[in-house]
């Protein structure tokens, strides 16, 4: 594996597909001119609304996010990681996927997340992921580059559950994304 560089895209995404796959494009061009080969998107990179307009508008994003993706990849030579995009399963539910593409536009690992934020704040909050979001029933894949090394992928509340983790070190990941849309008091506690 050569040294390269890889950029973590932040981006604070809408309820407005379009102009979150344009500002996605300018973020990825951006670090493609400061010599990123390897890319990663957020959780929610190209959506982020209320339940009920994310299944509402699931087929879509759906279907936006994995050409998006593999048109950029593609366009600037990259490999790119969509870090978690709503993959409908049925009417009501979705799958929270991450897909990771190489530069000629193939899927090369895709990860439907295993651990949902379930969670009841000391704030007064309460999030329930699993509302909309059916859990994925397979570990995630490491998917091996001679360039890039052994990348391993998760998703957000995955973080807090190491035997994901452990998984991935014994599949041999020298790499591991954890895309993440984490609530400000959350994504304190996380990170």
């Given amino acids: 594996m050569k040294s390269y560089l890889a950029a973590a895209i932040q981006m604070t995404s809408l309820p407005d597909l379009e102009k979150n796959l344009v500002e996605a494009e300018e ?15 957020p959780e929610n990179f190209s959506f982020l609304g209320t339940e009920q307009e994310k299944i509402t508008q699931a087929e879509a994003i759906a279907s936006q996010s994995e050409k998006f993706l593999k048109t950029m990849a593609q366009r600037f030579q990259i490999t790119l990681l969509g870090g978690g995009f709503p993959v409908p399963v049925n009417s009501t539910k979705v799958y929270n996927t991450a897909l990771l593409v190489d530069a000629n536009g193939s899927e090369l690992a895709r990860y439907e ?16 992921e699993s509302s909309t979001v059916m859990s994925g029933t397979q570990y995630p ?16 509340y995955d973080v807090r559950f190491p035997e994901l983790y452990r998984y991935l070190a014994y599949k041999g990941a020298d790499l591991i994304f954890v895309p993440a849309a984490f609530t400000a008091y959350t994504g304190k506690e996380h990170w």
């Avoid at 973020?27 to 998107?41: P, Y």
């Fill in 141 to 156: 894949p490491v998917y091996a580059s001679e360039q890039l090394g052994r990348l391993g992928l998760s998703v957000c």
């Fill in 27 to 41: 973020l990825i061009e951006l670090a493609v001119r400061r010599g990123a080969e390897l890319v990663s998107l």
């Fill in 113 to 128: 997340k295993v651990h949902l934020f379930d969670v009841n704040l000391p704030d007064g909050n309460t999030y329930q």
